[in-house]
């Protein structure tokens, strides 16, 4: 950090540090002490303004939407008309620079935004966050000018939705395995052959950044900007999950799909980096969807736990129900749902961002008792 930057935090920070308070003794006592465990960044207003409004109108049209959202988990699809209303509350276009068309939310404002949706329905962040996470990612972290102008304006507004296609079937967790292949044309264009698996957004995507090898299959892995509507791509059917069934995920095949020079995204052979890379950034955006997944799982399970009687008796009275709902300084070890989910909150909403400029404040309160569940949920 420059001696410039660290002055910036400091001033930021001044008189929010509580130098006084232990933050491991607080812990067992059920306080976490945010501040003096990230006394930086901060999050700009203008960012906690648009995320008010925006988890409000979330709030509203997602709860409207619950009983088709258990319908479109069933048959396993968001309707046209659903994904459309997605793009009029911009929710494609997030993390893209306003001088594109997007919000240019910061990575801790788009974590909370997903962390929002996911409380509804996890397809709906998988959708918007496939997308945004690692989709398009790549276009704003190694996009050329052109590349930028070209495409971002409809990524950000939704008209064109993105994909990330990396996985094949014999590359998974080792990912440089890739034997999807691009072969250099005489005119500098590329001829890509191969099949990527496990896509989101695969079935409705209008464009993937697709990753494969490009001089042999010892070759280094290059990455490419490549439109759905081009001859040779195409995508298979609705893989049927257990859960996020409504995320549309597809293999996506490439047919001697002929790749323009200007399409290669980063430098040729450096594609690993830029996967790499990509994946990195994406993970704030999951975070935060876990996160709001997660509360409201915590939500309903203690609801019912203080509704649901056995013996006279609610059940979260019990003792292999209680640990899992009580508050921190009634429970052994001082763990329970709620420091796990602050614990993770804060790591989502805090670190990621300090990456990014400018500087961003949390808007969880400076010290927050952990509450029970069985408080929260009442
Ligand atoms: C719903 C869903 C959506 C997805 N979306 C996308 C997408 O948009 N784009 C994309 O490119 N991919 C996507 N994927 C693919 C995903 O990235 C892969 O599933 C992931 O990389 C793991 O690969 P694999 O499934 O082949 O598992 P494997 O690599 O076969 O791993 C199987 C198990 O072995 C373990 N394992 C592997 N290597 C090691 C090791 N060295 N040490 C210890 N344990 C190990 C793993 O942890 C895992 O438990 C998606 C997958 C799912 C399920």
């Known amino acids: 950090m420059n001696t410039e930057v660290a002055q910036q ?3 930021e920070t001044t ?34 303004e648009m995320l008010g409004m925006m988890t409000d109108a979330i709030d509203r049209f997602l709860s409207e939407k619950s009983e088709e959202l258990v319908e479109m988990d069933r048959v396993g699809e968001q309707p046209e008309e659903f994904i459309q209303a997605l793009r009029e509350m911009g929710l494609f276009g997030l993390i893209i620079g306003e001088s594109h068309g997007g ?38 972290l190694f996009g050329t000018d052109e590349q930028k102008a070209r495409y971002l304006p409809s990524l950000a507004s939704g008209e064109t939705i993105a994909a990330f296609c990396l996985t094949e079937s014999g590359a998974g967790s080792d990912a440089a395995a890739v034997r999807c292949k691009a072969t250099r044309q005489d005119d500098g264009s590329w001829l890509l052959n191969g099949e990527k698996i496990w896509i989101t957004n695969g079935g ?31 995508h298979g059917p609705h893989e049927d999950k257990m859960g996020i069934r409504a995320s549309s995920t597809t293999a996506v095949a490439f047919s001697d799909v002929r790749v323009p020079a200007e399409n ?29 997944g997660m509360k409201a799982l915590i939500k309903l399970a203690t609801a019912q736990a203080k509704e649901r009687k056995q013996f006279d008796t609610p059940i979260a009275e019990f003792g292999l129900v209680r640990p899992s709902t009580v508050s ?51």
């Open 9 to 11: 935090d400091q001033t």
């Open 15 to 48: 008189g929010e540090l509580r130098c006084e308070l232990s933050v491991a003794k607080n812990l067992f006592f059920g306080e976490i002490v945010e501040e003096n465990l990230f006394p930086y960044p901060q999050m700009r207003e203008r960012d906690r």
């Open 103 to 140: 919000l240019e939310l910061s990575n801790a404002a788009y974590a909370r935004v997903l962390a929002q949706t996911s409380s509804h329905d996890s397809s709906v962040s998988l959708t918007i966050g496939a997308h945004s996470s690692i989709g398009m990612k790549g276009i704003l």
């Open 204 to 234: 409705i995507a209008g464009l993937y950044t697709v990753f494969a090898r490009t001089d042999g299959p010892e070759g280094k892995l290059s990455a490419f900007i490549v439109e759905a509507g081009w001859e040779g791509v195409s």
């Open 264 to 292: 290669v995204l980063g430098e040729v052979g450096k594609g690993f980096k830029v996967a790499m890379a990509i994946l990195n950034n994406g993970r704030t955006g999951l975070g935060g969807g876990a996160v709001g």
């Open 328 to 378: 921190p300084p009634r429970a052994r070890c001082g763990w329970s749902p709620t420091t796990s989910i602050q614990a993770a909150r804060t790591t989502r909403w805090r670190p990621q961002s300090a990456r990014s400029s400018p500087p961003m404040r949390s808007s969880v309160p400076p010290t927050r008792r952990c509450r029970s569940p069985l408080e929260t949920a009442s």
